[in-house]
T-cell receptor, first 113, second 116 residues
Framework: GDSVTQMEGPVTLSEEAFLTINCTYT??????LFWYVQYPGEGLQLLLK?????DKGSNKGFEATYRKETTSFHLEKGSVQVSDSAVYFC????????????FGQGTRLTINP | DSGVTQTPKHLITATGQRVTLRCSPR?????VYWYQQSLDQGLQFLIQ???????AKGNILERFSAQQFPDLHSELNLSSLELGDSALYFC???????????????FGAGSRLTVL
């Protein structure tokens, strides 16, 4: 079945550091890919998405590129801030079949000042 | 405020009991999804409704049931509760199936269930 694998957390960085959170997926066909973010005590919020190969999603300085050849959708940010501390989830929706989001395990990110 | 409203925010109950979690989707959204978030299982899809009809089913236990009403709000019923049912239960909504907005889910803040 469809699945998403994220790098293990937690990840701790200093402010202004470069961030990469790895995400790879297994799916039939051409899924849509997403990054969601969960701030403490809140629900999940869509951070960015990409719907086809080579698409780049971007928002709030975060970027991720849909790489079909490596089945990856790594999240990057050039300079993180303390306010970026949250749990990040990579997810996919298969184009065919049930339109349910399949999530990775989540990566907890802590940014120290 | 995401526009998806979940009640109650917190619920503490005992094993063997039954609870109902309620969700009002974002205005205009026809699809409702339920997810369970626990420390050991991560985010698990439970069930999806579209315009009152069950659309997809995931890892939902037989002790759990859900429905979507004509006004599009949804309820998740959890019965014969066990300690392992303690989790955050999220509701999400989307425009529906098909079209550019169909795959974008908006999540509520969740209902935290503690079973003692």
């Amino acid at each position: 079945g469809d699945s998403v694998t994220q790098m293990e957390g937690p990840v701790t960085l200093s402010e202004e550091a470069f961030l990469t959170i790895n995400c790879t997926y297994t799916a039939t066909g051409y899924p849509s890919l997403f990054w969601y973010v969960q701030y403490p005590g809140e629900g999940l919020q869509l951070l960015l998405k990409a719907t086809k190969a080579d698409d780049k999603g971007s928002n709030k300085g975060f970027e991720a590129t849909y790489r079909k050849e490596t089945t990856s959708f790594h999240l990057e940010k050039g300079s993180v801030q303390v306010s970026d501390s949250a749990v990040y989830f990579c997810a996919l929706i298969a184009v065919q079949g049930a339109q349910k989001l399949v999530f990775g395990q989540g990566t907890r990110l802590t940014i120290n000042p | 405020d995401s526009g998806v409203t979940q009640t109650p925010k917190h619920l503490i109950t005992a094993t063997g009991q039954r609870v109902t979690l309620r969700c009002s989707p974002r205005s205009g959204d026809l699809s409702v999804y339920w997810y369970q978030q626990s420390l050991d299982q991560g985010l698990q899809f439970l069930i999806q409704y579209y315009n009152g009809e069950e659309r997809a089913k995931g890892n939902i236990l037989e002790r759990f049931s859900a429905q979507q009403f004509p006004d599009l709000h949804s309820e998740l019923n959890l019965s014969s509760l066990e300690l392992g049912d303690s989790a955050l239960y999220f509701c999400a909504s989307s425009v529906g199936v098909g079209g550019p907005g169909a795959n974008v889910l908006t999540f509520g803040a969740g209902s935290r269930l503690t079973v003692l």
